[in-house]
């Protein structure tokens, strides 16, 4: 790993807890290897891009990344019930990262949706250079997931494969396909594909009791977080 700098940000409102302040430690990295961004997410870091992140907030620690224990992964009935809707439906192509005009405008829509229905911040355009700094431009290779519906682009998704597993990084889609739960059917496919390629972990991020659009993760049981206090990963239950 090439480090660049590391830098710290200003103590200020949460984005995820506006109740609470957050500060989040940054390592720009040049270059890094998938195993060395392992070894970095097993101890509570997340990235887009060459820009690693980790919260240091003064006085929370809801932040929790959470990953799935594949092999013992058992879906729900809701989860039974969105692969029986979409197996056939919605067809995934898993590919390298690229910025196209459909996507930007994929992207858009689904914050500018996501705004209105679940109170996120506003937001100008995504711009292809801003696009291509977070999702496109990695320090080591990464897949991007692309479902469509009826050969028309649906959803997209970005995914670290590290030896212990798959990061799902982020995933956007067409609110007008909102009734194939695209959400839960991406994440699902991450289980197979962890599942397929003997991998035991599927990495989520962060969860935060309180947020509605981070809550979500915890539904996919059994499942560890990592703890902060004691720098390991714990069993979970919401």
Wanted: glycine share 8%.
């Amino acid at each position: 790993m090439e480090l660049l700098y590391t830098f710290a940000t200003p103590p200020s409102p949460c984005g995820y807890l506006p109740e609470q302040t957050w500060s989040l430690r940054y390592d720009l990295v040049r270059t890094l290897s998938a195993t060395e961004y392992g070894e970095r997410m097993n101890r509570g870091w997340r990235r887009f891009g060459h820009a690693l992140f980790r919260p240091e907030c003064p006085t929370c620690r809801r932040c929790l990344p959470l990953r799935i224990d594949v092999n013992r992964f058992t879906p729900g009935r809701t989860m039974k019930r969105v692969a029986k809707q979409n197996a056939g439906e919605l067809t995934l192509h898993v590919g390298r990262p690229s910025v196209t005009d459909e996507k930007l405008a994929l992207y858009d829509r689904f914050h500018s949706f996501q705004t209105d229905f679940k109170g996120w911040p506003g937001r100008e355009s995504e711009t292809a250079d801003e696009y291509t700094e977070s999702f496109v431009d990695n320090p080591f290779e990464n897949e991007e997931w692309c479902y469509s519906l009826g050969g028309k682009l649906v959803g997209v998704g970005y995914v670290d494969a590290v030896p212990d597993g798959l990061s799902m990084i982020y995933f956007y889609y067409d609110p007008d396909v909102r009734e194939f739960s695209p959400g839960t059917w991406n994440v699902l496919c991450g289980i197979a594909e962890a599942q397929r390629r003997g991998l035991p972990w599927v990495y989520l991020g962060y969860f935060v009791d309180g947020c509605r659009s981070l809550e979500y993760k915890a539904r996919f049981t059994p499942n560890e977080v990592y703890d902060w206090a004691t720098d390991r990963w714990m069993p979970f239950r919401w």
